[in-house]
């Protein structure tokens, strides 16, 4: 009994202990989280700065409308415009570059459209749009639904004129990869996403390497004078963590298959 009651109150402290952790919400994006590298991060922020980070996974829009109504401490999205404004309207800090990566259009793999030949992404998606071949996009307001749109319109074409050949479902980086799939259409993903993707059935990578396909991810504090209750102290010591040479080797140094999904570019935290 006494064994009994020395176990319990052992285990007690520990869960204690194990709970006595700091807390912080993050806002991140479907393709930073199925990419799989805040499998490797938020294991070993917690080893370091004792910090538990829960991410609530959605797309750059919504992420950004959580910062403004200050569900979240900080959020880490990858829509430069819609960061900047997001900050100059007062509902971040600052903006804090930490890492990036490239888009990619991934199709058939006898690829109809031609899109492998292409000289540059507004050639490849016109290939697309005039052999109407099936595309799938996000559809969500997403960092890469955004770079999707501003892509057709740097190609002199819309979307909101396009026939149905082109689906939008309103969702993830990761379902929208499998009805890509599903449906052997093109997709506009960003690279790491592609790579840690696993049911790529008939799908390939067919276009990648154009400069405006440049992928930046940053990091915006939320406001504390806008959402006085926002973890400001934890916010600060996971941006340090964040732009730190630890960082810096565990994003460069994770690769799926030997390639390197996202490359480190953050500035040291000035003290």
Known sequence: MKQTLLLAFLAAITAGIAQAADQM?????????????????LPEIAKDLDLEVQLLVVGTGQALRLGEAGDVDAILVHS???????????????RREIMYNDFIIVGPSDDPAGTATAETAAEALQSIAASNAAFVSRGDDSGTHKKELSLWADADLAADTFGEWYRAVGAGMGAALNTASGLNAYILSDRASWLNFGNKGDLAMLFSGDPVLFNQYAYLPVNPE?????????VSKLETWLTSDRAQALIDGYTIDGETLFVFNAEPVSN
Request: glycine share 8%; net charge negative; charged share 20%.
């Open 25 to 41: 919400r993050m806002a991140v994006t479907t393709s930073f989280h199925n990419s799989g590298l805040a499998d490797v991060l």
């Open 80 to 94: 430069r415009s819609a960061e900047e404004a997001f900050v100059a309207d007062g509902f971040g800090t600052h």
């Open 226 to 234: 806008l959402h006085p209750h926002v973890k400001t102290d934890l």
